[in-house]
């Protein structure tokens, strides 16, 4: 068996293309969706990701602001700058690049956004709807695998999910979107005794942990659904998964690749939350 290749960026252009009709009909309502982009400090890696986000927003039509602050700024300032925005009529979804410098709390900096305009879903408002089933705003990077599950053909109800990594970002809200549908869920962490017995069980399989190819082909049940949220770079400079790509695509059904599985998927999403936002505040507004 080799696995089907779930292309991430293939899929991320049919759902840009389903979120830019619906931007469209606000713009002919004369209502144009509005991100703003924080980044605080120098970080390469998060200025390359800013910059994908605007280009996204540039993709769709979308107005974007892009506010670069120096690595000194002090937190008073920065949520200064959050508060100007949840007050910007223009702006209708604020998204603050993490990780902040040390010298901020950055669960004070995420709090601070207004939960309406939380893209990246993330303050504990939008967490607690998640939790309850009333998702406003989804995480993106699950959200994302979501939806490659969904345009791959991949059913989800009554399936056993298996989800390794526990993080805020992507382990517990994937493990709870998976449970919003009907699927049987089990997290495991770094922590976990055998966790080969849980993986090959696993008839979905969602991996972020951060630790190059510990998934490995023997792993995995026959005919699996493989999402592997990890991105590492090698001592070779090149990029993989936490999956072992090479020995998991001889045994399961589906599988994203590392680069180009979940990760235009992301920032896809981001700007789907952003057209939903200013959707939510147009409906308000009436």
């Known amino acids: 068996m080799t696995a089907q ?3 991430g960026k ?5 759902v ?3 979120w830019k009709i619906r931007a469209d009909a606000l713009k002919a309502r004369g209502i144009m969706p509005g991100l703003a982009v924080i980044i605080v400090g120098e970080d390469p890696a998060s200025r ?5 986000k605007v280009k996204a927003c540039a993709e769709l039509g979308l107005h974007s602001e892009h506010i670069a602050l120096p690595a000194n700024t002090s937190e ?3 949520l200064a700058k959050i508060n100007e925005l949840n007050n910007d009529a223009k702006i209708h979804g604020i998204l603050v690049q993490l990780p902040v410098p040390k010298h901020n709390d950055s669960s004070k900096v995420l709090e601070a956004i207004s939960p309406g305009k939380d893209v990246d879903g993330f303050h504990p408002m939008n967490v607690g709807a998640l939790v309850t089933g009333n998702m406003r705003f989804a995480p993106c990077t699950p959200y ?5 599950l969904e345009k791959s053909g991949v059913s989800i109800e009554g399936k056993h999910a298996v989800v390794v990594g526990r993080s805020n970002i992507v382990g517990k809200p994937m493990a709870l979107m998976l449970l919003q549908h009907n699927a ?3 997290i495991c962490t770094s922590k976990t005794v055998d966790l080969a017995k849980f993986t090959r069980d696993a008839d979905i399989l969602v991996v972020a942990t951060g630790k190059p190819k510990m998934i490995t082909g023997d ?3 026959p005919g699996a659904a493989i999402i592997d949220v990890g991105i590492n770079r090698m001592a070779d400079g090149k990029l993989c998964g936490d999956v072992d790509f090479d020995s998991a695509k001889e045994v399961a059904g589906w599988i994203t690749p590392v680069p180009g599985g979940v990760g235009p998927m992301t920032i896809t999403m981001l700007v789907a939350n952003t057209v939903r936002a200013a959707e939510l505040s147009a409906n308000q507004a009436k």
């Open 76 to 78: 008073a300032t920065l």
């Open 48 to 52: 390359v990701y800013v910059a994908n």
């Open 10 to 14: 293939t899929i991320a252009q049919q």
């Open 184 to 186: 049987t869920v089990t």
């Open 144 to 148: 994302g695998a979501m939806k490659l």
């Open 5 to 7: 290749i779930i292309d």
């Open 16 to 18: 840009r293309a389903e």
């Open 219 to 221: 792993m995995i049940k």
